[in-house]
């Protein structure tokens, strides 16, 4: 437990630093003077090899990283969403935690709230009022 929230701090730190102007100010001077240092080394393979290998590490990590951030962002806002469902009066309960289900669920429930959705437009369109809570 207390490395999984030792990662998840170092992945939330890595992933503000590497959005931030000096990361890419820092990132851009890196390949700047590799560039520079083209000449010096002919342009061989190893220079090449160097930046190639490098960028690709680099990457490879940034990945898992953001990946671990993004996936918490996505739950907390899953949770804030689930209290908000939850304490509505009148919401329906049954969405609480709609991203558990299956994809034809899913479907099912998209067509319920489309078939609102189109129902609230023709109101509209006969200048009535889109408001309240139809049931799905």
């Not at 437990?1 to 503000?16: E, H, K």
């Not at 630093?17 to 000449?39: D, M």
């Not at 290998?53 to 990457?59: A, D, R």
């Not at 669920?105 to 889109?130: H, T």
């Amino acid at each position: 437990m207390a490395s999984r929230i030792g990662y998840s701090r170092f992945a939330n730190q890595i992933a503000r630093l590497s959005g931030r102007p000096k990361t890419f100010a820092l990132a851009a001077s890196v390949i700047v003077v590799w560039l520079v240092t083209g000449p010096l080394f002919g342009f061989s393979d190893t220079w090449q090899l160097v930046i190639n290998t490098g960028t690709t590490i680099v990457t490879f990590l940034m990945v898992f990283l953001i990946q671990n951030t993004q996936n918490r962002d996505s739950e907390a806002l899953q949770i804030k969403i689930d209290e908000l469902i939850r304490a509505t009066k009148g919401a329906h309960n049954a969405l609480l935690d709609l991203e558990e289900l299956e994809q034809d669920n899913l479907d099912d429930f998209r067509r319920r709230y489309q078939l609102l959705a189109s129902a609230a437009r023709k109101d509209l369109e006969r200048g009535d009022q889109d408001t309240g809570s139809p049931e799905a």
